[in-house]
């Protein structure tokens, strides 16, 4: 059973430009989120998804930022017109249905130049 | 609103040497808590996690955590720390019902030969 998957691992962006993250659960998780890790910092929370449904998105930023979770394929975390202060690593995490273990990707290290 | 306090930023032990690394939440319920591991450019690694029942959790690696409610902590320990342990160590509190966890800004590790 493969783990959480992301591609890329690493994506450089230039100011202005469009990032696209994804995102691939584990095999029977239906549960995906995305956290958030700045340079020397722990991990925050951005956004909680079920397949087709956004359950919490309190720490998404209100602009620029975008998250789905379709019903066939990975989860996309998009970010659009992205800034130098977007450069961070940005980890999914996914959990089978009604639990609480997450099980973390290895995460996609985005530096905008 | 739930918090998590990792009060040692960075923590040096020789090799073989005990360590204690702790973590103190604020939560209004009895919390699930997790402790992960992260080493350089990586993902995050489940240490252990506590749920319910025996307050001393096992985990994997000789690592071990107790709960302690009259104190909100949840200290990892391992009696006799290996030089591969050296890596940053993220306390994290989770909600009843599978959501976003909370992390703690993490402690890193350094071991000495």
């Known amino acids: 059973n493969a783990g959480v998957m992301q591609n890329p691992r690493h994506l450089v962006r230039r100011r202005g430009q469009e990032a696209r993250l994804r995102c691939s659960p584990m095999?029977?998780?239906?549960?995906v989120y995305w956290y958030r890790q700045l340079p020397e910092e722990g991990l925050k929370f951005m956004v909680y998804?079920?397949?087709?449904?956004?359950?919490?998105e309190s720490g998404m930023p209100k602009e620029r930022f975008s998250a789905e979770f379709p019903k066939e394929g990975p989860s996309i975390l998009r970010i659009q017109q992205v800034v130098r202060g977007d450069s961070a690593a940005y980890f999914c995490?996914?959990?089978?249905?009604?639990?609480?273990?997450?099980?973390f990707g290895p995460g996609t290290r985005l530096l905008v130049l | 609103a739930q918090s998590v306090t990792q009060p040692d930023i960075h923590i040096t032990v020789s090799e073989g040497a005990s360590l204690e690394l702790r973590c103190n939440y604020s939560y209004g319920a009895t919390p699930y808590l997790f402790w992960y591991v992260q080493s350089p450019g990586q993902g995050l690694q489940l240490l252990l996690k506590y749920f319910s029942g025996d307050t001393l959790v096992q985990g994997i690696k000789g690592f071990e955590a107790e709960f302690k409610r009259s104190q909100s902590s949840f200290n990892l320990r391992k009696p006799s720390v290996h030089w591969s342990d050296a890596a940053e160590y993220f306390c994290a509190v989770g909600y009843t019902n599978a959501g976003k966890s909370t992390f703690g800004d993490g402690t890193t590790l350094t071991v000495k030969p």
């Open positions: 998804l079920q397949k087709e449904n956004i359950i919490d």
């Open positions: 995490a996914s959990s089978p249905q009604d639990q609480e273990t997450q099980y």
């Open positions: 095999k029977g998780h239906s549960h």
